[in-house]
């Protein structure tokens, strides 16, 4: 079945630090990949997306993702996170047969430590 | 430049209430409309889409409709709400299916 997991509910993590935020999908073929934020009582915002091509995509607020096929992953990271990055990050993914229906992952709430 | 509205931004209602939750779309033309709840811990649950007027697809049986009367606008309704429908609900468009989603910001449903 075509399904989208973020296994860490919650992270922490100091401001200064490094964050790998992980999503993994159950598909055969090469899905369209997303990752949002969303602050707390707001919608969501688009970070970054991938369709095909390269596998390491950057996004805005210095995030970026890589694609590995071969693990059916697409991992968010941040080199050094801010105080502001503190919010609840969601992968989507978008299976390219069918209607294209999104499917979103269950969120990773970041807290991050003065 | 393209923006997305909902109201009201906060709602509580009681028991057996109905219920109509107003989503606009400005500065595009013939959007997907989608409709999603979120539940805590629970990430996003797609309720119904829409591709065109009049045009609406459910994605789970339960207590809500939908409806698009106009080209930018996607209503939520309910005749009689239940406890289980309080959550956070959020509008969005996008210009195709599969691709990126735009937001609004979300209107905060309380049952009591």
């Known amino acids: 079945a075509q399904s989208v997991t973020q296994p860490d509910i919650h992270i922490t993590v100091s401001e200064g630090a490094s964050l790998e935020l992980r999503c993994n999908y159950s598909?055969?073929?090469?899905?369209?990949l997303f990752w949002y934020v969303q602050s707390p009582g707001q919608g969501l915002q688009l970070l970054l997306k991938?369709?095909?091509?390269?596998?390491l995509v950057q996004g805005i607020k210095g995030f970026e993702a890589e694609f590995k096929r071969s693990q059916s992953s697409f991992n968010l990271r941040k080199p050094s996170v801010h105080w502001s990055d503190a919010a609840e990050y969601f992968c989507?993914?978008?299976?390219?047969?069918?209607?294209?229906?999104?499917?979103f992952g269950t969120g990773t709430r970041l807290k991050v430590l003065a | 430049s393209q923006t997305i509205h909902q109201w009201p931004a906060t709602l509580v209602q009681p028991v057996g209430s109905p219920l109509s939750l107003e989503c606009t779309v400005e500065?595009?033309?013939?959007?997907?409309l989608y409709w999603y709840r979120q539940a805590a811990g629970r990430g996003l649950q797609l309720l119904f889409y829409?591709?065109?007027?009049?045009?609406i697809s459910s994605e789970v049986p339960q207590n809500l409709s939908a409806s698009r009367p106009q080209d930018r606008q996607f209503i939520l309704s309910s005749k009689k709400l239940l406890l289980s429908d309080s959550g956070f609900y959020l509008c969005?468009?996008?210009?195709?299916?599969?691709?990126?989603?735009?937001f609004g910001p979300g209107t905060r449903l309380t049952v009591l």
């Open positions: 969005a468009w996008s210009v195709q299916s599969g691709d990126e989603q735009f």
């Open positions: 598909y055969g073929a090469t899905p369209y």
């Open positions: 991938y369709f095909s091509g390269d596998t």
């Open positions: 989507a993914v978008v299976f390219t047969s069918g209607t294209y229906k999104y499917i």
């Open positions: 500065g595009t033309s013939n959007p997907n």
């Open positions: 829409s591709v065109g007027i009049g045009q």
